[in-house]
């Protein structure tokens, strides 16, 4: 048969796919989770049955990563300002900035210590036969100050046609802090109510229109695995095995060892709990390869395990472009050892700390740079003085890591938000430990069926912070929210999306050049 037979084959047999899964979910017999770890395995089989032929099936993959970025922007804007005006006092605002920013970072320097390690270990790149890459075009790295500068809001507009993710939640930021001055006094509060009222409602429409989206995932996780193990090359990755084993194994390590220790010991908490949210936000960042694309799952996910609206908004978002353990931690590291050894070079033990110190420092520097995991790869190339060329050589594995890089990005993310909603003294522990359900009047994939003479209900968050007498803005939300049906749908649910790989740090007109990253 020709290719385009194959092609037209490969269609007609995901539809059919996509009818099974279908059935599965208005037959309820499957929950969202389920239907994400089914589509999976059925990419995986399409993916190795047509070999070569998933150029049809990959369109749906394309269609829901370009759907959900479409809304990347004005639900952040939304969101962000929801949450920040939620928080209220600029204290506790500070006091969850500060503990965000710290515990990211945290995850970042333990995935770079682990790497270090692993690699040194097993040797990886010693006995190499290099063979540099005579064309290799070196990813341009803006200057530090340059990237500072372009953090920052210059025009939302041209922001906003970008995808430009820092500048937007910065604005967003600036807004909900002077929303916050404002409404300190009653006759403030008073004025700028409608304001509050019109972020709200407009987070509610973008909430649902990104759980519309969402809800069509597992068809999407089965068109991008397919396409992704359809496309691979197996003997290019061979002379790389090594490399893309020790990269799985810190990845594991880092998410399944280290961030549970560190959230049992500051939360006080069991640990095993936090995979049975985190779950179904990993798949899909595993799946899709984006960070930001996920964060809509993620929230949800982080709200299900008793953190607040506010908290799981204002971390995620932040967490999506700051301390980002995969892309910033594992692969910069490990290409640097890779690099070291195959050149035979001689790095001192203080030489190697040296180079984890700068590879926290360009995670930081590199903040919301398309392209994050070879920024930062080419930055720590570039202070250590290792050829940068060198990069090109691990690019044939470098789309398989960059599944796990992913995951551990909203892992590490996740990890963080009940961090900061435990010490925060915020986190519902019933929710957490499953002595109480949860229930969310958002009825969306995962949704809970009410019956007609059902009582209203309110948010799990909600009650969470009603616990915490001292905050006016808390309580002026929760009366809000009493006296508008509209707010209960939880409007800050879902917070953003924005599809493609490379841990989901892009801008439109970077997009074909990330690929090929």
């Known amino acids: 048969m020709t290719a385009t037979i194959w092609n037209w084959l490969a269609l007609g047999v995901t539809v059919l796919l996509f009818a099974g899964i279908a059935v599965l979910s208005r037959t309820k017999k499957a929950g969202f989770s389920a239907r994400v770890i089914i589509a999976t395995v059925l990419g995986i089989a399409m993916g190795l049955i047509f070999k070569g032929h998933t150029t049809y099936v990959a369109a749906f993959g394309t269609v829901w990563s370009n759907a959900i970025g479409a809304i990347v922007v004005p639900l952040l804007l939304f969101s962000v300002i929801a949450s920040i005006t939620n928080l209220g006092s600029s204290l506790r605002l500070k006091n969850i900035g500060v503990k965000t920013v710290v515990f990211l970072l945290l995850n ?83 004025a700028v109510k409608p ?47 090594l490399v893309l084993v020790v990269a799985y194994i810190a990845i594991a390590l880092q998410m399944f060892i280290v961030q549970p220790a560190i959230l049992g010991v500051t939360t006080r908490t069991n640990p095993l709990r936090f995979f049975k949210f985190f779950w179904p936000a990993g798949v899909v960042a595993f799946t899709s390869e984006s960070s930001i694309g996920t964060i809509p799952v993620t929230v949800r ?39 070291v050894n195959s050149l035979n070079m001689h790095y001192t033990p203080l030489q190697y700390l040296l180079l984890v110190a700068l590879t926290l420092l360009v995670s930081i520097g590199t903040v919301g740079v398309p392209g994050t995991a070879t920024i930062t790869a080419t930055s720590l190339f570039a202070a250590t003085g290792l050829p940068i060329a060198f990069i090109a050589i691990a690019q044939p594995i470098s789309q398989i890591v960059d599944m796990g890089r992913t995951a551990l990005n909203v892992a590490g993310a996740s990890n963080t938000a009940f ?87 892009r801008s439109s007109d970077t997009k074909d050049e990330d690929k090929t990253e």
């Open 108 to 190: 970042t320097l333990t995935s770079s210590l682990i790497t270090l390690g692993l690699a040194l270990a097993f040797g990886v790149g010693k006995g190499f036969d290099v063979a540099m890459p005579q064309h290799y075009q070196a990813k341009h790295v803006p200057p530090v100050l340059d990237t500072i500068v372009g953090l920052f809001p210059s025009n939302l507009v041209a922001n906003w046609a970008a995808n430009q993710v820092v500048p937007v939640v910065i604005f967003a930021i600036l807004v909900g802090l002077a929303y916050n001055a404002a409404a300190s006094t009653p006759k403030g509060e008073a």
């Open 195 to 241: 304001f509050k009222t019109f972020v709200d409602a407009g987070n509610v429409v973008l909430s649902k229109a990104t759980q519309i989206v969402v809800g069509f995932t597992p068809y999407a996780v089965l068109a991008l695995i397919a396409a992704a193990i359809s496309n691979s090359n197996l003997v290019a990755l061979l002379p790389l095995l």
């Open 301 to 339: 996910q982080l709200r299900k395990g008793g953190v607040p609206d506010d908290i799981a908004s204002f971390v995620a978002s932040l967490g999506a472009n700051l301390g980002m353990p995969g892309c910033a931690g594992v692969w910069p590291t490990l290409l640097a050892v890779f690099a």
């Open 419 to 505: 961090i900061v909603a435990a010490t925060e003294h915020q986190l519902d522990r019933d929710l957490y430990d499953g002595r109480k359900e949860f229930v969310d009047s958002d009825l969306d994939t995962d949704a809970v069926e009410h019956s007609a003479d059902a009582k209203p209900l309110v948010r799990a968050d909600a009650a969470t912070e009603s616990a915490t007498p001292n905050s006016a803005t808390t309580a002026a939300s929760l009366h809000l929210s009493a006296t508008n049906n509209l707010l209960s749908f939880s409007p800050s649910s879902a917070l953003d999306g924005q599809g493609d790989d490379m841990c989901g740090l």
